[in-house]
């Protein structure tokens, strides 16, 4: 398969903010430095395989990324996360009020270069994906704590957060281009919220160092109070004794003694069963993606092929 | 769980070699013909294969207001697929625990009228007027299932993914079917009701049967949309209440005592306040569906409120009937039955937090199991009445 030439992709630079405003360079040279930009790669490649320019590409590119960080600037502050990617969360590092502030400065450098362009379209879905961004995180806050949270209340919560942010991804590069057509739209964003649902349930495995290739931290959701999709997994059918046992425990062996190991294992395998299913829901709506598609677009659907099981197993 | 899927240890799961759950897609301007018949489950090639085509759940609240004009269904074959015997399916379908709705204020009634009453109970009428209202209620409840589903509301987890036909329990026609039947077993107990009392019917008697026909069609078809319009909560409380007390009346006795219309009110404050309570549980999806009913349109803080306002209206309406419609000693047992089981309630709801707490998972389950032991407590009390009775006949004879 033809693999489309991306152009070089300039996600930040310092001269896109004022340099008279203390620390606010550094502190998005330490954000921006050591992201995978997983992002701005995936719409820049769908933009490419679609013929979008250069220009189109790169806006996208860095619209995503802006808002991805935003939105990672304020949840570690929420969160009262002290670290992200192995090193010291900008709110520890800088001030919180900095943190909050620099993530604002994003959000409204993407509402500058939006109007920019001037796709009126593209702007009002931005807005609204990051509108879901914040529903989704308010959302997400308020969980923490609850026990009694829901499979179907976590799906919504991962849908408007991660989700928002795939289907953004999929679905910007048409607006862009102006092709609006709603069953198109109605096709991408089956696919965006599966996704979504993949990669959030996979995060969610590693907190029991299930596929933790990049060695995270385990067990964190479940000690900071959060119950994770996973965990509300796991504990269906458990009594409230089981349940309360497995919240307090310390590491993966106490938790997977209280749930029992064997529930644990049987589990397991259900859940991954459970996005397999979710895993070839994607496929189906890749095929009908095709028919949307110019026959020199086809190789796009190829590209998107590989993504549902690269973000749930971890590796390709 | 999918065929195949073998997990090697606990932090490797291999790839399935071979599962293929089949999806088809289909939309409401292409193939309307074709989706319908998906839906009914009576497509010519799924009755061929044997296979069963259930929709797919989507996280899209406008799904609730049909703005997807498309249904994506994963076809499963019959053979594959892990269902609980015929009868445990039935039971499911049939949703015997909302019963208490109707067989409460029916059966307390018969309860009071037997006691109140000089003449003997006419016992094939009595008969005839609960399995006409529980067939009824089933039928609601069965034609309720089958136009959500033909809607594509059971795709939303919130709003019924856990019903029948949504789990592949049955197909959509089977469940029309038997939905059919009850409503005609329903008929024939009040047509042969309507036949005993014929000299009996008035204009009153006219307009309440119009109304419960009205009513049924809205809460089981959902024609006008009213149920989730507000109108739904004011329809439980009256056809769950005075309409089936004073209607159950008018069957046995020909008449329609003012007393029989109080007798119904605790039972339809109970109705009201677990439609609220079912409202709130979804009241995030709703308000992003723009559903109009109460919880959706007033916002969480009210809803609360609200809660203590059917509470109160519950405590009342028990207060009223002790006082007023049947003034015995017994009766007091109901009222100490249901404020013991309202405090715990009302401390659930006090306690969420938010729209989207877990906490609000089972509220409406919680006041199905207060209306069963508002009930039991209403039937022992009838029974602590006839054996009351009975032992002082015998003392004094």
């Not at chain 1, 550094?26 to 979008?52: E, I, N, P």
Request: hydrophobic share 45%; charged share 20%; glycine share 8%.
């Amino acid at each position: 398969m033809h693999e489309p030439k991306l152009p070089s992709l300039k996600i930040y630079s310092p001269q896109d903010f004022p340099a008279y405003l203390p620390k606010l360079n550094q502190l998005f040279d330490d954000l921006f430095r050591d992201g995978k930009g997983f992002r701005s790669k995936l719409v820049a490649r769908v933009a490419t395989r679609l013929g979008a320019d250069d220009r189109c590409t790169q806006l996208l590119a860095q619209t995503i990324e802006f808002i991805h960080n935003a939105s990672l600037l304020h949840d570690d502050l929420i969160d009262r996360s002290v670290l992200r990617r192995g090193k010291p969360a900008a709110w520890t590092k800088y001030t919180p009020e900095y943190a909050v502030l620099a993530g604002d400065y994003l959000l409204a450098r993407v509402m500058v270069n939006l109007s920019g362009y001037g796709n009126v379209r593209l702007i009002q879905y931005t807005a609204e994906m990051i509108s879901d961004l914040l529903e989704g995180e308010w959302i997400q806050d308020s969980l923490v704590g609850d026990h009694a949270v829901t499979a179907a209340q976590l799906d919504r919560v991962h849908n408007l957060k991660t989700g928002s942010l795939f289907k953004w991804c999929l679905r910007s590069p048409f607006h862009a281009l102006k092709r609006d057509d709603p069953h198109l739209h109605e096709v991408l964003e089956n696919c965006g919220i599966i996704l979504g649902l993949l990669f959030q349930r996979s995060d969610d495995l590693l907190d029991f160092d299930v596929r933790n290739h990049e060695g995270k931290a385990v067990l964190g959701d479940l000690k900071s109070g959060y119950m994770n999709s996973f965990t509300v997994f796991v504990f269906e059918g458990l009594s409230e004794t089981q349940k309360s046992r497995a919240r307090e425990a310390q590491s993966l062996g106490e938790f997977k003694r209280a749930v029992g190991e064997a529930h644990f294992d049987q589990r397991l395998v259900s859940f991954d069963a459970m996005n397999v299913k979710q895993i070839e829901l994607y496929a189906h709506n890749l095929e009908r993606l095709r028919t949307h598609l110019a026959s020199n677009e086809q190789a796009l659907t190829q590209d998107l092929g590989k993504l549902s099981e690269l973000l749930y197993w971890r590796k390709a | 769980m999918a065929k195949g899927l073998i997990l090697k240890t606990e932090t490797e799961a291999v790839r399935p070699q071979q599962t293929s759950p089949r999806f088809v897609t289909l939309r409401k301007d292409q193939e309307p013909a074709r989706l319908r018949a998906y839906l009914r489950g009576d497509a010519r090639e799924l009755l061929e294969r044997h296979a069963i085509a259930m929709p797919v759940t989507t996280l899209k609240a406008g799904a609730l207001r049909a703005e997807t004009a498309e249904w994506t269904f994963e076809v499963v074959p019959l053979a594959d697929l892990q269902r609980d015997p015929w009868w445990r399916r039935t039971l499911r379908a049939l949703r015997p625990e909302s019963w208490v709705l109707s067989l409460a204020p029916v059966l307390t009634m018969l309860g009071w009228l037997a006691a109140s009453s000089s003449e003997p109970m006419n016992l094939s009428r009595a008969l005839a007027a609960v399995i006409g209202v529980i067939a009824l209620h089933a039928a609601m409840n069965l034609f309720g299932d089958y136009h959500d589903h033909m809607r594509g509301w059971d795709r939303v987890p919130e709003r019924g993914a856990d019903r029948v036909l949504a789990r592949g329990d049955f197909r959509g026609f089977e469940i029309l079917r038997v939905a059919w039947a009850s409503a005609g077993l329903a008929a024939i107990c009040g047509g042969a009701l309507l036949i005993a009392n014929f000299d009996q019917i008035t204009w009153k008697a006219v307009l309440l049967l119009l109304m419960v026909l009205a009513v049924v069609l809205e809460f089981g078809v959902s024609r006008w949309g009213l149920k989730y319009r507000g109108f739904g909560e004011l329809a439980a409380w009256f056809f769950f209440g005075p309409w089936l007390t004073g209607g159950l009346s008018w069957a046995l006795t020909g008449r329609i005592p003012w007393s029989a219309w109080v007798m119904g009110l605790p039972f339809g404050s109970m109705a009201l306040l677990i439609l609220h309570l079912r409202n709130f549980e979804r009241i995030m999806i709703d308000s992003q569906a723009g559903l109009g009913t109460w919880p959706a349109r007033t916002g969480f803080e009210a809803s609360k409120k609200f809660t203590w306002f059917c509470a109160t209206a519950l405590m009342g309406s028990l207060a009223a009937l002790l006082v007023f419609a049947d003034p015995s000693p017994e009766r007091s047992l109901p009222v100490l039955v249901t404020s013991m089981g309202l405090g715990p309630l009302l401390g659930v709801v006090r306690a969420v937090r938010s729209p989207s707490g877990g906490e609000l998972h089972g509220l409406a389950h919680r006041g199905l199991r207060l209306a069963w032991a508002m009930a039991l407590s209403f039937w022992c009390s009838d029974l602590l009445r006839l054996w009351g009775s009975a032992t002082l006949a015998r003392i004094f004879s």
